[in-house]
């Protein structure tokens, strides 16, 4: 099961850098949730999926950094980028070979930590967080003087700030990820998928299937087509490959569930949503809830997950569902 898990992280991380270059939204935030779920079923990050793991979480807080609201650290003042910048500073630390695009990245977040404070009109949070991103070296402080000045102007459209865009920073990561995704052609159900195309099964039957398209759905249409033989792949490989391994329902569920969309939108005619349905808080769940929380402390979902007594629920259902419960009190 543990071998079964690392091939699907990295073929989630594979998806999720694709979608987070091509900007589809859906299927990025579809791939998100599975990676996430795979991120939080580790007991410890392997050494060798360190950077597959810092990459999904990277990718996942620069696609919200703009949300100030969203909170992915225990420390409420962190925001989507701060802890983003923790992630690319782990990043750094496993490759030496990328030394000027890593620090034109780091920039780049750094900078835009403040920019985005700013253009919220956050002026005093943008003063309290350039303190915690800067040490006192020398090579910082030339920065850090301009980004102070610009706080205290509270024009969070200067030049510097516009220079170095949040659209320049997502060209970057892109710059990053086309790497990245060259470094590892050898993932296992990548792989394996491309002798499953070769052999035809499930492109066969996409080319088989009648299917009128105008020139706007054909874009539509290819992103279906690709999410679909990937959930093929997982089923087909891991039905034939690992038939003696007992998988957790949660990961089963993904595998079938974009398979059961488009089933749905054969019969129907029209995209359905996944037949996940919203499963009740059971009494005995909220208590497990908190439980961990007390153990654990808020924000620390992926080890209350782990150690609680839950029902097919993932780290953002908990978080979602102690907030409810906080509100409730």
């Known amino acids: 099961e ?19 270059a091509e900007q589809s939204g ?4 579809r791939w998100r949730d599975v990676a996430q779920a795979l991120i939080n079923g580790l007991s410890q990050i392997p050494p060798h999926q360190k950077k597959t793991v810092y990459l999904c979480q990277l990718l996942i807080r620069i696609a919200q950094g703009k949300s100030l609201g969203l909170q992915f650290e225990n420390d409420q003042r962190i925001s989507p980028l701060e802890s983003a910048l923790s992630f690319w500073t782990l990043l750094e630390r496993e490759e030496i070979k990328l030394e000027k695009l890593h620090e034109e990245i780091r920039r780049l977040i750094q900078i835009q930590i403040v920019a985005v404070h700013m253009e919220n009109r956050y002026f005093k949070e943008a ?24 706080i205290k102007t509270k024009d969070p459209y200067v030049p510097l700030l516009q220079s170095f865009s949040y659209s320049l920073l997502i060209r970057k990561i892109k710059s990053y990820i086309e790497l990245f995704m060259k470094e590892n052609e050898t993932n296992f159900l990548i792989q394996e998928a491309t002798k499953h195309v070769a052999k035809g099964l499930g492109a066969t039957a996409w080319q088989n299937r009648p299917v009128e398209v105008n020139e706007n759905s054909k874009s539509d249409l290819e992103t279906k087509q690709r999410f679909v033989l990937s959930i093929i792949l997982l089923r ?29 939108e054969e019969k129907n005619g029209v995209s359905l949503a996944c037949s996940r349905r919203r499963q009740r808080w059971t009494p005995k769940e909220d208590l497990e809830l908190k439980l961990g929380v007390g153990e654990f402390g808020v924000g620390n979902w ?16 908990l978080k979602d569902r102690w907030r409810t419960l906080s509100k409730i009190k």
């Not at 859906?26 to 935030?29: H, M, T």
């Not at 490989?237 to 059961?260: E, S």
Request: aromatic share 14%; glycine share 4%; hydrophobic share 45%.
């Open 26 to 29: 859906a299927e990025f935030r």
């Open 236 to 264: 087909d490989v891991l039905g034939q490959k690992l038939a003696t391994i007992t998988f957790p329902i949660y990961y089963k569920f993904v595998f079938f569930c974009g398979l059961n969309n488009m089933q749905n």
């Open 302 to 317: 992926a080890k209350i997950l782990a150690h609680g007594n839950f029902n097919n629920r993932t780290g953002v259902m």
């Open 2 to 20: 543990d071998v079964a898990a690392e091939w699907m992280l990295e073929f989630a991380c594979s998806c999720l850098c694709r979608h987070f």
């Open 127 to 150: 003063a309290e967080v350039l303190e915690r991103l800067f040490t006192d070296s020398e090579s910082d402080k030339p920065l850090r003087v301009k980004l102070a000045t610009i």
